[in-house]
């Protein structure tokens, strides 16, 4: 059965930084591309990053580059997203997806399967 496990969520201020981990189990991580999205209260789901399980590339969304960085421990299939100078519009619920391909993809739709989320507030 594959589960993917968000965590690491909470409030900070902004400014602040946040890690938050995605456990993965049940699939071949190297076989994979995991992302992670975001969803503010009436908007709609947005990408914010994506690493290839296989081949470590990554990929970030305009509004979070050189502020979150996405890594994974393929030993442990475990991602990460760290999230530094964290800002009020970064307010959301997270969530890491797996994509059953090698190549990152931006569209949520493409996506196989989907963790429960994690609670990120940024308070200004």
């Known amino acids: 059965e594959v589960q993917l496990q968000a965590s690491g969520g909470g409030l900070v201020q902004a400014g602040g930084f946040l890690r938050l981990s995605c456990a993965a189990s049940g699939f071949t991580f190297n076989d994979y591309a995991i992302g992670w999205f975001r969803q503010a209260p009436g908007k709609e789901r947005e990408w914010v990053s994506c690493i290839s399980g296989r081949f470590g590339t990554t990929y970030y969304a305009d509004s979070v580059k050189g502020r979150f960085t996405i890594s994974s421990d393929n030993a442990k299939n475990t991602v990460y997203l760290q999230m530094n100078g964290l800002k009020p519009e970064d307010t959301a619920v997270y969530y890491c997806?797996?994509?059953?391909?090698?190549?990152?993809?931006?569209?949520?739709?493409?996506?196989?399967?989907w963790g429960q989320g994690t609670q990120v507030t940024v308070s200004s």
């Open positions: 997806a797996a994509d059953r391909t090698v190549w990152c993809r931006r569209v949520h739709w493409e996506y196989d399967y």
